[in-house]
C-alpha cells in the first residue's frame, strides 16, 4: 500500500513538472499554429537560473520569481527574433526552433559551465512526513500543490477574463478575434511569454528534486511534454494536465515494475494516440 | 446629401499565387444598404475580407470615413468601425453566447451595454441561450448571435456576407427583418443570393463576375432589368 | 542547357580524379581520415536532403537508419567473421532492415501534418535508442563494443576509396531519382502537396518511397561509419547525427544534392580546426553553438543555403530578372 502511495506521489510530481512545460507549449500550439521544439531549452533555463539566483541570494522565493523572469524574457527573444519572421511555416518553424534550442543549451554551458551543478532543496521544503508506513516527502508535495495552484490559476484566466475569453476564442479561430478589433499578434507575444515563464518555472522546480541541472535535461523533458500535448489534445489547457499525469504516472508505475520499458511505453501511448486519433484525446477547437 | 461612407477603387487581391479579384470598384452611402451581387465563385466573399484586411488588396484603394485603410492591419480596420458578419458566421463554439458577445466588446461602458440590450431585444433568442455554447446554436441563432457581436461595438458599417445562407424560410424573414431594424443605425454591404430579399432590402447593387465589377447602380433599375439578371445571376 | 550539363558533370569528374589520386601524392594521415569521415556525412546529408529538400518533409529520426547500418555492420562483423563478403552482406542486410522500417513508420506516419511527423519520428528514434540501450546482449549500451575490420581495410586508402566510390555512386544514384518522373512528383509535393494530391496523385505513395530511398542510404553511411571507427556505441542513435545531417544540408543548401556535400565538408572541417582551437581558447568548445547561430540565420534569411545562394546570384545575373517575380497568372488565364 505505502508502494502505491509513494508510486503515485512521485508520478504525480513529475506529471506536475511535465505538464508546467506542456500547458505552454499546448497553449502556444492551439493559438499561434507552432510548435516550438525550442521549449525543451527554456525549461532548461528555468532550472539553472534558478539554482543561480537560488544560490545567490539564499531565498527560494527569489530563485523561482527569478526564473519565471528569465523564462519570460526568454520567451520575449524568442518570439520576437525566432518565432514572428516564420509564422505559417511549418517547416520553417520545426528547423529554426530546433536550432534555436541547440543555441539554448549551448548558451547554457557557455554560461554555467559544461558540467552538471548540483541542486538544493530549500530547507522548509527538505525532510518528509511520515504518516503509519507511508513517507511522504514533503518537496514532491510541495510540486503537486504548486502544479494544481498553477492549473487553478490559470483555468481561471481563461474561463473568467477577458484576456482569457480571447485567446480561448483565437485558439478556435483567428481571423475572426481579428475581425472584432483584436491585436492579435500582441496576444501570441503575451502567450508566448506566459509559456516560456511557465517552462521555465516547471525547470526551476525540477532543480531540487533531481537534485542537479544539465544542459540536456530541456529536450529529454521536451520529448515528454510533446507526448502530453498529442495525447492531450494541441491547444487543450485541461487535456495537457490531464495527459501530464498520465504520463508521470506510467513514468513512475513502469520505472518500477518494468524499467527496461519506462520510457519506451509513453513514445508507444504517443504513437498510437498520433496514428489513431491525431487530433489527441481532448479537443479545443469548438 | 448622403455622404459616401466605404470607396472601394479599382482593388486586386492575389490569395498565394491566384488572382482573386481583378479590378473591383463601388461605394457604400451612409444610411444605406448595398448589396453585392454575382454568381458563386464570382468574388464576392473576397472582396469583403479584403475590406476587412483578412486577405489584403494587392493593388487599388479602399476609402473609410475618407481615410485610407487598403494596407491597415485587419484589427485597427475592425476598430475604426466596420464590423464583419463572415459566412460561415464565425461562431466561437466552445464558448457561450455570452461570452461570444463579450470577446467582441472592446469597451464595457454604458453605451456598449446599451447596444448589447438593444440588440437583445432585436434577437431575443439571445437572452433565452445566453449561456449556451456558440456550437450548439442553430443555424439561425448562429446568424443572430454573429450579426448582434459585429454590431455592438458602435459599428458605422456592417458587412453582411450570405445571412440566408442555409436556413428555412422562416427564419431567413426574421434575419431579413432585423437587418431593415440595424439600417436605421448603421449603414449595410450585404452579399446576398437570394435576390428577392437582396431586392426588398437593398438600396443599391454592384454585380461582380470572375473577379471584376460589371456594373452597380440603383437596385430598382436592377430590378427592371432582365437582361442583366439573366446573364450575371441566372435568373428571369 | 544539354552543354551546362556537360560542363558540370566533367568539373565532377576532374574533382572526383583529383579526390582518387589524394591519398597516393599525401602522406597525411590526418587527412585522408578526415575526408572519409566528410564522405560518409556526405552520403548521410544526401539521403536527408531527399526528404527535406526534395519532399519536404522534416524527419526528427534519421539517426534510427545510421544507427542500423552501423549496428548491422558492427554486429555481423564481431560475431560472424571479418571477411569482405560478411561486410557486404551486412551493408545489404542494414539496408534491408532500413528500408523495412522505414517502409512501415512511414505509411504509418507520413500522413500527418508536419509537425506531428517531427514530432513522431523523433519519438520513434528515441525508442529505438532506448531499444538499443537496453538490448546489452546485442550492443553492450552506452558502452558499445570494438570489433576487427576486414583485412582489406588495414590500409586506410582502401578505405577511403571504397568510401569515396560509394559517395559517387550514391550521389549520381539520387541524382537519376530526383529528375526521374517519380522525382519530379516529389518536388510537386514539396511545392504544394494538396495540389499535388488534386492532379491525382497518391502523394503518400511517393513519400513512402522518398523516406524508404533515405533511410537505405542512411544506412549505408551508418555501415562505413562503423568500419571507420571499428567501434559502435549508442551515439549512432542520438539526435546529434540527426542534428549533423541537418545542420549540413541546410548550411550546404537543401534540394541540391551538391549542398549537403559541401555543408558535410564545411561543418567537419570547421568541427576538426575549431575543437583543436578549443585547447587554446576554451570558448570554441562550443563551435556548435557558431552553427546554431548560421543555421538560424541560413532558415531565415537564405533558406536555399550555400549552394543555393551562389546558383540564385549567378542565375539572376544572367537572366537579368527584375527583382520581383513575375506576377502570378490570372484566375481566367487558369481556367481557359
Ligand atoms: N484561399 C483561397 N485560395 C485559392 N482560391 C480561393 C481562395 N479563396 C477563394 N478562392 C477562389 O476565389 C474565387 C472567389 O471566391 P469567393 O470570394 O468566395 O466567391 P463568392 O463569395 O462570390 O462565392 C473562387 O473561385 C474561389 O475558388
Ligand atoms: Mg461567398
Same mark, same amino acid.
Not at chain 3, 550492443?139 to 559517387?168: I, Q, S, W
Not at chain 3, 519530379?184 to 509535393?189: E, S
Given at each position: 500500500?505505502?508502494?502505491?502511495?509513494?508510486?503515485?506521489?512521485?508520478?504525480? *510530481?513529475?506529471?506536475?513538472?511535465?505538464?508546467? @512545460?506542456?500547458?505552454? @507549449?499546448?497553449?502556444i500550439?492551439?493559438?499561434?499554429?507552432v510548435?516550438?521544439?525550442?521549449?525543451?531549452?527554456?525549461?532548461?533555463?528555468?532550472?539553472?537560473?534558478g539554482?543561480?539566483?537560488?544560490?545567490?541570494?539564499n531565498?527560494?522565493?527569489?530563485?523561482?520569481?527569478?526564473?519565471?523572469?528569465?523564462?519570460?524574457v526568454?520567451?520575449?527573444?524568442?518570439?520576437?527574433?525566432?518565432?514572428?519572421?516564420?509564422?505559417?511555416?511549418?517547416?520553417?518553424?520545426?528547423?529554426?526552433?530546433?536550432?534555436?534550442?541547440?543555441?539554448?543549451?549551448?548558451?547554457?554551458?557557455?554560461?554555467?559551465g559544461?558540467?552538471?551543478? *548540483?541542486?538544493?532543496?530549500?530547507?522548509?521544503?527538505?525532510?518528509?512526513?511520515?504518516?503509519?508506513?507511508?513517507?511522504?516527502?514533503?518537496?514532491?508535495?510541495?510540486?503537486?500543490?504548486?502544479? $494544481?495552484?498553477?492549473f487553478?490559476?490559470?483555468? $481561471?484566466?481563461?474561463?473568467?477574463?477577458?484576456?482569457?475569453?480571447?485567446?480561448? *476564442?483565437?485558439?478556435?479561430?483567428?481571423?475572426?478575434?481579428?475581425?472584432l478589433?483584436?491585436?492579435?499578434?500582441?496576444?501570441f507575444?503575451?502567450?508566448?511569454?506566459?509559456?516560456?515563464?511557465?517552462a521555465?518555472?516547471?525547470? *526551476?522546480?525540477m532543480?531540487?528534486?533531481?537534485?542537479?541541472?544539465?544542459?540536456?535535461?530541456?529536450?529529454?523533458?521536451?520529448?515528454l511534454a510533446?507526448?502530453?500535448?498529442?495525447?492531450?489534445?494541441?491547444g487543450?489547457?485541461?487535456?495537457?494536465?490531464?495527459?501530464?499525469?498520465?504520463?508521470?504516472?506510467?513514468?513512475?508505475?513502469?520505472?518500477?515494475?518494468?524499467?527496461?520499458?519506462? @520510457?519506451?511505453?509513453?513514445?508507444?501511448?504517443?504513437?498510437?494516440?498520433?496514428?489513431?486519433?491525431?487530433?489527441?484525446?481532448?479537443?479545443?477547437?469548438? | 446629401?448622403?455622404?459616401? %461612407?466605404?470607396?472601394?477603387?479599382?482593388?486586386?487581391?492575389?490569395?498565394?499565387?491566384?488572382?482573386?479579384?481583378?479590378?473591383?470598384?463601388?461605394?457604400?452611402?451612409?444610411? #444605406?444598404?448595398?448589396?453585392?451581387?454575382?454568381?458563386? +465563385?464570382?468574388?464576392?466573399?473576397?472582396t469583403?475580407?479584403?475590406?476587412?484586411?483578412l486577405?489584403?488588396?494587392?493593388?487599388?484603394?479602399?476609402?473609410?470615413?475618407d481615410?485610407?485603410?487598403?494596407?491597415?492591419?485587419?484589427?485597427?480596420?475592425?476598430?475604426? +468601425?466596420?464590423?464583419?458578419v463572415p459566412?460561415?458566421?464565425?461562431?466561437?463554439?466552445?464558448?457561450?453566447?455570452?461570452?461570444?458577445?463579450?470577446?467582441?466588446?472592446?469597451?464595457?461602458?454604458?453605451?456598449?451595454?446599451?447596444? #448589447?440590450?438593444?440588440?437583445?431585444?432585436?434577437?431575443?433568442?439571445?437572452?433565452?441561450?445566453?449561456?449556451?455554447?456558440?456550437?450548439?446554436?442553430?443555424?439561425?441563432?448562429?446568424?443572430?448571435?454573429?450579426?448582434?457581436?459585429?454590431?455592438?461595438?458602435?459599428?458605422?458599417?456592417?458587412?453582411?456576407?450570405?445571412?440566408?445562407k442555409?436556413?428555412?424560410?422562416?427564419?431567413?424573414?426574421?434575419?431579413?427583418?432585423a437587418?431593415?431594424?440595424?439600417?436605421?443605425?448603421?449603414?449595410?454591404? %450585404?452579399?446576398?443570393?437570394?435576390?428577392?430579399?437582396?431586392?426588398?432590402?437593398?438600396?443599391?447593387y454592384?454585380?461582380?463576375?470572375?473577379?471584376?465589377?460589371?456594373?452597380?447602380? #440603383?437596385?430598382?433599375? %436592377?430590378?427592371?432589368?432582365?437582361?442583366?439578371?439573366? #446573364?450575371?445571376?441566372?435568373?428571369? | =542547357?544539354?552543354?551546362?550539363?556537360?560542363?558540370?558533370?566533367?568539373?565532377?569528374?576532374?574533382?572526383?580524379?583529383?579526390? &582518387?589520386?589524394f591519398?597516393?601524392?599525401?602522406d597525411?594521415?590526418?587527412?585522408?581520415i578526415?575526408?572519409?569521415?566528410?564522405?560518409?556525412?556526405?552520403?548521410?546529408?544526401?539521403?536527408?536532403?531527399?526528404?527535406?529538400g526534395?519532399?519536404?518533409?522534416?524527419?526528427?529520426?534519421?539517426?534510427?537508419?545510421?544507427?542500423?547500418g552501423?549496428?548491422a555492420?558492427?554486429?555481423?562483423?564481431?560475431?560472424?567473421?571479418?571477411?569482405?563478403s560478411?561486410?557486404?552482406l551486412?551493408?545489404?542486410v542494414?539496408?534491408v532492415?532500413a528500408g523495412?522500417?522505414?517502409?512501415?513508420?512511414?505509411?504509418?506516419?507520413?500522413?500527418?501534418?508536419? !509537425?506531428?511527423?517531427?514530432?513522431?519520428?523523433? &519519438?520513434?528514434?528515441?525508442?529505438?535508442?532506448?531499444?538499443?540501450?537496453?538490448?546489452?546482449?546485442?550492443? !553492450?549500451?552506452?558502452?558499445?563494443?570494438?570489433?576487427? &575490420?576486414?583485412?582489406?581495410?588495414?590500409?586506410? =586508402?582502401?578505405?577511403?576509396?571504397?568510401?569515396?566510390?560509394?559517395?559517387?555512386?550514391?550521389?549520381?544514384?539520387?541524382?537519376?531519382?530526383v !529528375?526521374?518522373?517519380?522525382?519530379?512528383?516529389?518536388?510537386?509535393?514539396? /511545392?504544394n502537396?494538396?495540389?499535388?494530391?488534386?492532379?491525382?496523385?497518391?502523394?503518400?505513395?511517393?513519400?513512402?518511397?522518398?523516406?524508404?530511398?533515405?533511410?537505405?542510404?542512411?544506412?549505408?553511411?551508418?555501415?562505413?561509419?562503423?568500419?571507420?571507427?571499428?567501434?559502435?556505441?549508442?551515439?549512432?542513435?542520438?539526435?546529434?547525427?540527426?542534428?549533423?545531417?541537418?545542420?549540413?544540408?541546410?548550411?550546404?543548401?537543401?534540394?541540391?544534392?551538391?549542398?549537403?556535400?559541401?555543408?558535410?565538408?564545411?561543418?567537419?572541417?570547421a568541427?576538426?580546426?575549431?575543437?583543436?582551437?578549443?585547447?587554446?581558447?576554451?570558448?570554441? /568548445?562550443?563551435?556548435?553553438?557558431?552553427?546554431?547561430?548560421?543555421?538560424?540565420?541560413?532558415?531565415?534569411?537564405?533558406?536555399?543555403?550555400?549552394?543555393?545562394?551562389?546558383?540564385?546570384?549567378?542565375?539572376?545575373?544572367?537572366?537579368?530578372?527584375?527583382?520581383?517575380?513575375v506576377?502570378?497568372?490570372?484566375?481566367?488565364?487558369?481556367t481557359?
Amino acid at each position: 500500500m505505502e508502494l502505491i502511495i509513494n508510486l503515485l506521489i512521485n508520478g504525480l *510530481a513529475t506529471g506536475m513538472l511535465i505538464f508546467l @512545460l506542456a500547458a505552454g @507549449l499546448t497553449l502556444i500550439f492551439g493559438l499561434m499554429d507552432v510548435l516550438n521544439f525550442a521549449h525543451g531549452g527554456l525549461f532548461a533555463w528555468g532550472a539553472f537560473s534558478g539554482v543561480w539566483f537560488y544560490g545567490l541570494t539564499n531565498s527560494f522565493t527569489i530563485a523561482i520569481i527569478g526564473a519565471i523572469l528569465t523564462g519570460a524574457v526568454l520567451g520575449f527573444i524568442t518570439e520576437k527574433i525566432i518565432i514572428k519572421p516564420v509564422y505559417g511555416n511549418h517547416i520553417q518553424q520545426i528547423l529554426i526552433t530546433l536550432g534555436f534550442m541547440i543555441v539554448l543549451s549551448e548558451m547554457l554551458k557557455v554560461v554555467f559551465g559544461p558540467n552538471q551543478i *548540483a541542486a538544493k532543496t530549500p530547507p522548509l521544503l527538505s525532510g518528509s512526513w511520515e504518516i503509519g508506513d507511508v513517507i511522504i516527502i514533503k518537496y514532491r508535495l510541495f510540486i503537486i500543490v504548486v502544479g $494544481f495552484l498553477v492549473f487553478g490559476v490559470f483555468q $481561471f484566466i481563461l474561463k473568467r477574463t477577458k484576456i482569457g475569453l480571447i485567446v480561448r *476564442a483565437g485558439v478556435m479561430n483567428k481571423e475572426m478575434v481579428q475581425a472584432l478589433g483584436i491585436n492579435i499578434k500582441q496576444v501570441f507575444l503575451y502567450v508566448f511569454m506566459v509559456g516560456a515563464a511557465l517552462a521555465a518555472l516547471g525547470g *526551476a522546480l525540477m532543480a531540487p528534486y533531481s537534485g542537479v541541472v544539465y544542459a540536456e535535461m530541456g529536450m529529454e523533458f521536451a520529448i515528454l511534454a510533446f507526448i502530453v500535448v498529442v495525447i492531450g489534445g494541441m491547444g487543450s489547457f485541461p487535456g495537457s494536465l490531464l495527459a501530464a499525469i498520465l504520463v508521470g504516472l506510467a513514468g513512475s508505475f513502469m520505472a518500477y515494475y518494468v524499467p527496461a520499458l519506462s @520510457l519506451a511505453v509513453n513514445m508507444m501511448l504517443m504513437a498510437i494516440v498520433l496514428i489513431f486519433r491525431p487530433q489527441g484525446l481532448f479537443t479545443a477547437k469548438g | 446629401m448622403m455622404s459616401i %461612407l466605404l470607396k472601394v477603387e479599382n482593388v486586386q487581391t492575389h490569395i498565394g499565387q491566384y488572382h482573386i479579384l481583378q479590378g473591383v470598384s463601388f461605394e457604400a452611402k451612409e444610411g #444605406q444598404v448595398s448589396v453585392l451581387l454575382g454568381r458563386n +465563385g464570382a468574388g464576392k466573399t473576397t472582396t469583403l475580407k479584403t475590406i476587412m484586411g483578412l486577405t489584403p488588396a494587392t493593388s487599388g484603394t479602399i476609402h473609410f470615413q475618407d481615410k485610407e485603410i487598403t494596407k491597415q492591419a485587419t484589427h485597427h480596420i475592425a476598430s475604426s +468601425g466596420i464590423g464583419y458578419v463572415p459566412e460561415d458566421q464565425g461562431i466561437f463554439g466552445a464558448l457561450t453566447v455570452e461570452e461570444n458577445l463579450k470577446v467582441a466588446m472592446r469597451k464595457e461602458d454604458d453605451a456598449a451595454l446599451a447596444r #448589447q440590450e438593444y440588440v437583445l431585444e432585436l434577437f431575443p433568442d439571445l437572452k433565452k441561450y445566453w449561456k449556451k455554447d456558440g456550437g450548439h446554436l442553430s443555424g439561425g441563432q448562429k446568424q443572430m448571435l454573429s450579426m448582434a457581436r459585429a454590431f455592438i461595438n458602435d459599428s458605422k458599417l456592417l458587412l453582411i456576407d450570405e445571412p440566408s445562407k442555409g436556413l428555412a424560410p422562416v427564419v431567413i424573414e426574421k434575419v431579413m427583418e432585423a437587418i431593415v431594424e440595424m439600417k436605421k443605425q448603421t449603414t449595410i454591404i %450585404l452579399v446576398e443570393q437570394n435576390f428577392i430579399m437582396a431586392s426588398r432590402i437593398g438600396d443599391t447593387y454592384t454585380l461582380i463576375d470572375d473577379g471584376e465589377t460589371v456594373r452597380s447602380g #440603383q437596385m430598382s433599375e %436592377l430590378v427592371q432589368n432582365e437582361e442583366l439578371k439573366r #446573364q450575371y445571376l441566372g435568373i428571369g | =542547357m544539354k552543354n551546362k550539363f556537360q560542363v558540370n558533370n566533367a568539373i565532377l569528374l576532374v574533382l572526383v580524379a583529383a579526390l &582518387a589520386v589524394f591519398p597516393f601524392v599525401s602522406d597525411s594521415r590526418t587527412w585522408t581520415i578526415l575526408l572519409t569521415q566528410i564522405f560518409i556525412f556526405s552520403i548521410l546529408a544526401m539521403s536527408y536532403d531527399l526528404l527535406l529538400g526534395y519532399t519536404g518533409i522534416v524527419s526528427f529520426g534519421h539517426a534510427m537508419f545510421f544507427g542500423m547500418g552501423a549496428y548491422a555492420t558492427a554486429i555481423m562483423l564481431n560475431r560472424l567473421e571479418p571477411t569482405l563478403s560478411v561486410f557486404f552482406l551486412s551493408i545489404a542486410v542494414g539496408m534491408v532492415i532500413a528500408g523495412v522500417i522505414s517502409f512501415l513508420i512511414g505509411l504509418l506516419t507520413l500522413r500527418l501534418k508536419s !509537425h506531428f511527423f517531427a514530432m513522431l519520428t523523433l &519519438a520513434v528514434s528515441g525508442l529505438f535508442l532506448v531499444l538499443a540501450e537496453k538490448w546489452r546482449t546485442l550492443t !553492450h549500451g552506452n558502452d558499445g563494443f570494438t570489433f576487427r &575490420a576486414p583485412e582489406f581495410f588495414k590500409d586506410r =586508402m582502401m578505405f577511403y576509396l571504397l568510401v569515396l566510390a560509394c559517395l559517387v555512386l550514391v550521389y549520381f544514384f539520387l541524382r537519376r531519382f530526383v !529528375h526521374s518522373p517519380l522525382g519530379r512528383v516529389l518536388i510537386a509535393v514539396r /511545392e504544394n502537396e494538396q495540389r499535388t494530391k488534386s492532379l491525382g496523385f497518391q502523394t503518400l505513395h511517393y513519400k513512402v518511397i522518398a523516406s524508404v530511398v533515405a533511410g537505405v542510404v542512411a544506412s549505408l553511411a551508418g555501415s562505413l561509419y562503423a568500419i571507420s571507427l571499428r567501434f559502435v556505441n549508442t551515439s549512432v542513435l542520438t539526435m546529434d547525427i540527426t542534428l549533423d545531417a541537418l545542420l549540413m544540408t541546410i548550411i550546404g543548401g537543401v534540394g541540391t544534392l551538391i549542398g549537403p556535400i559541401i555543408g558535410a565538408g564545411v561543418i567537419e572541417l570547421a568541427q576538426h580546426y575549431l575543437s583543436g582551437l578549443a585547447k587554446e581558447h576554451p570558448i570554441f /568548445e562550443r563551435w556548435i553553438i557558431f552553427f546554431g547561430i548560421i543555421y538560424i540565420l541560413a532558415v531565415i534569411f537564405f533558406p536555399k543555403g550555400i549552394l543555393g545562394t551562389i546558383q540564385y546570384a549567378f542565375w539572376k545575373q544572367k537572366n537579368k530578372i527584375p527583382k520581383v517575380d513575375v506576377a502570378a497568372p490570372s484566375r481566367k488565364e487558369l481556367t481557359k
